[in-house]
């Protein structure tokens, strides 16, 4: 397969994702108000949050400096994840890191933008809450264990590749 349709293959994943990432937070900043609980299902509400760190709050980056150091390494791994991607024989090892690329793609946007990445899903049951998340946060969740299910399997990534 040639670099140019491995690079259409990568953006008929990663774009259409991006823009309904971006697409959901915007409504998010629009019609949410920050602090306030929207229920939708009996596990599931709507709450607006800012995340300043990595994923799940982890490492905040209150100061300039930690966003660009954030900014940086986002860029290296999006690079780098946009490359083992062109790289690889595998349309499904391909597709899962266009998922990655594009959910990497999808937070740096905020962070660039705003300095920290919008979050609106609240998942909770039993009185626990998982950390707030977005919809690049989950392309990039089942774009690793989409990976991983087919790190597996890889023979049979390999042979479908044959077909």
Known sequence: MTLVRRIRRLLAVTLPVVLLDQATKALARSFLVPGEVYDILPFANLRLGFNRGISFGLLPAD??????????????????????????????????????????????????????????????????????????????????????????????WRRSEAA
């Open 63 to 156: 100061e300039t400096w930690g966003v660009f150091v954030l900014i940086g390494v986002s860029a290296i791994i999006s690079i780098g994840v946009a490359v083992w991607s062109l790289t690889t024989r595998s349309r499904s090892e391909s597709a899962a890191l266009a998922l990655i690329l594009a959910g990497a793609l999808g937070n740096l946007i905020d962070r660039v933008k705003d300095g920290m990445v919008t979050d609106f899903i609240d998942l909770h049951a039993a009185g626990y809450h998982w950390p707030a998340f977005n919809g690049a946060d989950i392309a990039i969740t089942f774009g690793a264990l989409w990976l991983v299910a087919g790190s597996f399997a890889i023979g049979a």
